[in-house]
Each structure stands twice: as structure tokens, then as C-alpha cells.
């Protein structure tokens, strides 16, 4: 029973909901630890983030059918929602097979009575079928139901974007992720790079977000020469942006003042050049987050130009001399609602209260960070959320009180990605199939 894929994903989602942990680091150790084949990780990966992604929607189907139950513990609703998931929405797979492990698993983590409770349940469903989403009056309740988002986050997107753009990003977040590659065109030109990879038996395409970007299209080419010598490394097309955005001479001196785990932060170092006092200064608030930074630095050959510091960044105005910097990145920390492709139980976990909580924490590192800005500099601010009380709203809270800063558009090479009207970059996840993601860029006045 222990290396069984069916009973495995029952024990990873019960520790993602008890303890609130991420799937893809339990569902990782998991898989380190098991002795399984290249086809059950498939299959265990597909139940967990099936499961994960579907909650509420299963949640709602199951209720009819269990709804006299006085009690049902945990793992019992776990090992429910695990098998109507493999019995509505996962193809060639028989239902007597789904009943039958269930019953079995049952057994072996409870007793008869509640392995008979289990087939009962199972069985029903089987004969009646599940109620339909479509019977959901509610506009809000209808997608919070069928895509799985507790509803104030369908609330709090639709009161932003309107119901319609609501709908497509919800929709979007449904779909699998790509991997995406940065490529160090200080070392290989994009196209070779392509060139190699295809040679060593990986596709890719270019991204048309990121004008150092590729996508793969069969795999994870951490296997390949080139990741090993640094040409490239994996990040999200959205987060290439950045380095873009402050638009780095060879020169600068940067501060990256929440870098970790250092994509970023190894990205705006490809731009410098030591021997003409280029440097960017990483800070962050934990040892082994930083310790992460210098690991990627070591790999891709660019720790000569990144200097780091455990840091808070609030506290980062009493350790560096005032206009002491050309560039700041401020990736600052925030709810990752744009990850919910990636990490789907971020949803879970999150609450509105969080991101106003968050709001105090974003605008105090901006107020914190910006008087080491020299005048003239850029400074740029971004999210891997989308929501627009951690974007918008507090950008503009923290130019109502720093009227030496102004908005300009975000600078990026590729056109495709457009500013708005306000020169913000706003992306979400259904316009490009990134990871939603949000860039602010703002010039410090030449005379203060």
C-alpha cells in the first residue's frame, strides 16, 4: 500500500491541508523518498494537483451524497474527493477500479465501517450522478464553484476586471504551466541556444514575452550542457521582464531588495560588468534564502558581480549611504495569487485580510528602499500577483507621499507586451499563459 500512487496522493493532500503546506514541495519529497515508475509519478502528480485544482467544485458535488453523515474525518473527504475526481474528470479509468482501491485504502487506514461507508458513496454517485454547476443561479458562486477559487477571490477579481476577464484568467489558471528558460545572451544568442538543445533531443520555441526567453516543449532540460554551464536557467517568461524594465547599463550599481531565490537577481547581473564597477547588492530577510541566491550565482559563473546580505530591506537605509544606487528592484513580497497555475492551494491558503496585511508590508519597503535611490535612478516595483490593492493601489499610495518619484512605462523589447493606460504593466495569466505578474517603473526626480 505504501508505494501506491492512489494511497500516496491521499497522504500528500492531507499534509497540504492540515499543515497548509505547499503541494509542490510535498508532493516532491514524496516522490524523492518513493521507489515509483516514470508513468505513477504521472499519475500521483495528475491526482494531486487534480484534486488541489478542483476542490471546491468536488466539495460541491459530493455534498448531496454525504450530507446525513453526522462526522467525516479528513483523510475519509480526502479519499472521497480523491476518487470522484479520477471518476468525473480523469478518462480510461474504470469505475470499479476507483471504488475498489478506495474501499481498499479505507480499510487499510480505518476499518469496515468506514470502507463500507466509502463504497456506499462511491456506488451512489456511480448510479445517480453528480449535480450540475449549471445549476448555480449565483454569477459569483457559479465560478467560484466550477473553477475552484473561494469566492472572495472571484469577488475581489471581479470588482477589478469585470466578470468576463474574471472568467478567462480563472479559466487560463486551469491549464498546465510551461517551462520556461532564460537564456544568458551574454554568452549564446537565442538561436543557438535553440540550436543545441534541439541536438540533445529537446523542442523549444521562443517565448513572445521575453526577448531571452524560450519555452520547452518536452521536458525540464536540466539534464542539458548548457544549464550545467550557466547559458541557461528556468524562470518564468513574466519575471524576465524585470531585469528588461530597469533597463541596466554595465556600469550600475543594483540593489535587488527581496532577491530571493535570485532569478532575478542572476539576471540583472548578466547585464554588468565588473571590471566598469558593475554590481548588484541581493538582500533578504533569511540565511538560507540567500544562501539559495549564491548557489544560482555560483552556477551561472556570476557571483564576481552579486554581493549579498541577510537583510530586511526596511532596515536596509541604515547599512547603505543615501543616492547610492542607480537601479533598485523591489520584488516584493506579496500573495502569488499569479502562481496559482504553479500552486494551486495558494487559493486555500490565502485570505482578503492577507492582503491588506500585505499592502503595509509592500508600501513600507518602498518608503524604506527609496532614499538610496541616486537622483535620476529607476526604481521598479513587482509582484507575482494580480490583484490590484498589492499593484496599483500601492504604487500610488507610495507616490501621494514620495513627490520626487514619477510613473513612466515600463520598458520591454518586445512589443507584444503592452503597457496600460496608466504605464503600469499589468499580466495576467490568460492573455500570454504566464504566471500573473505585475511591473511598476518610477524615475526619482534629477534635483530633490
Not at 479519499?79 to 479509468?93: E, F, N, P, V
Not at 548548457?226 to 524562470?235: H, S
Not at 500610488?396 to 504605464?423: C, M, Q, S, W
Not at 504593466?425 to 526626480?445: C, E, R
Amino acid at each position: 500500500m505504501n508505494e501506491n500512487s492512489r494511497y500516496l496522493a491521499l497522504v500528500i493532500l492531507e499534509k497540504v491541508e492540515r499543515n497548509q503546506s505547499f503541494s509542490n514541495i510535498v508532493l516532491n519529497e514524496t516522490i524523492n523518498k518513493q521507489n515509483l515508475s516514470k508513468e505513477d509519478v504521472g499519475f500521483l502528480t495528475e491526482l494531486v494537483y487534480g484534486v488541489i485544482q478542483n476542490k471546491l467544485k468536488l466539495d460541491f458535488q459530493l455534498e448531496p451524497f454525504i450530507k446525513k453523515q453526522k462526522k467525516i474525518e479528513s483523510w475519509v473527504r480526502q479519499l472521497l474527493r480523491l476518487s470522484l475526481y479520477q471518476m468525473t474528470l480523469l478518462d480510461k479509468i474504470p469505475t470499479h477500479a476507483v471504488v475498489d482501491e478506495a474501499v481498499q485504502i479505507a480499510k487499510f487506514k480505518g476499518h469496515k465501517g468506514i470502507a463500507g461507508f466509502v463504497n456506499g458513496v462511491l456506488r451512489s454517485i456511480d448510479r445517480k450522478g453528480v449535480r450540475s454547476v449549471d445549476d448555480i443561479q449565483d454569477p459569483i458562486e457559479k465560478l467560484s464553484v466550477s473553477f475552484s477559487y473561494p469566492t472572495w477571490i472571484i469577488e475581489l477579481l471581479v470588482d477589478e476586471v469585470g466578470i468576463q476577464e474574471t472568467t478567462e484568467i480563472v479559466e487560463s489558471l486551469a491549464s498546465r504551466a510551461k517551462v520556461s528558460l532564460r537564456v544568458n545572451t551574454h554568452m549564446k544568442s537565442v538561436d543557438e541556444v535553440m540550436s543545441q538543445l534541439t541536438e540533445e533531443g529537446f523542442q523549444t520555441k521562443k517565448s513572445q514575452v521575453s526577448s531571452s526567453g524560450l519555452i520547452s516543449q518536452n521536458g525540464l532540460p536540466v539534464t542539458s550542457s548548457l544549464f550545467k554551464e550557466g547559458v541557461i536557467t528556468v524562470q518564468d517568461e513574466s519575471s524576465m521582464l524585470v531585469a528588461e524594465a530597469l533597463q541596466i547599463k554595465p556600469e550600475d550599481r543594483v540593489l535587488d531588495a527581496c532577491a530571493a531565490p535570485g532569478g532575478k537577481t542572476t539576471h540583472i547581473a548578466t547585464y554588468l560588468d565588473t571590471n566598469r564597477g558593475g554590481k548588484v547588492v541581493a538582500l533578504d530577510l533569511h540565511e538560507k534564502k540567500i544562501k539559495k541566491v549564491t548557489e544560482n550565482a555560483d552556477r551561472l559563473g556570476l557571483a564576481d558581480v552579486i554581493e549579498t546580505h541577510v537583510m530586511d530591506a526596511r532596515d536596509s537605509v541604515n547599512h547603505f549611504a543615501l543616492n547610492s544606487f542607480d537601479k533598485i528592484l523591489i520584488d516584493a513580497p506579496c500573495s502569488g495569487l499569479g502562481l496559482m497555475r504553479r500552486k494551486p492551494d495558494i487559493r486555500y491558503q490565502k485570505q482578503l485580510k492577507d492582503i491588506e496585511a500585505l499592502q503595509k508590508v509592500q508600501l513600507d519597503i518602498l518608503s524604506s528602499v527609496a532614499p538610496l535611490l541616486k537622483s535620476g535612478g529607476r526604481l521598479v516595483y513587482s509582484t507575482c500577483t494580480i490583484t490590484k490593492k498589492e499593484n496599483d493601489e500601492v504604487v500610488n499610495a507610495f507616490l501621494e507621499t514620495h513627490k520626487d518619484f514619477e510613473i513612466e512605462p515600463v520598458y520591454t523589447v518586445n512589443e507584444e507586451v503592452r503597457v496600460t493606460g496608466d504605464d503600469f504593466l499589468h499580466l495576467y495569466p490568460h492573455q500570454h499563459n504566464t504566471d500573473g505578474f505585475f511591473i511598476a517603473s518610477l524615475k526619482k526626480s534629477e534635483i530633490n
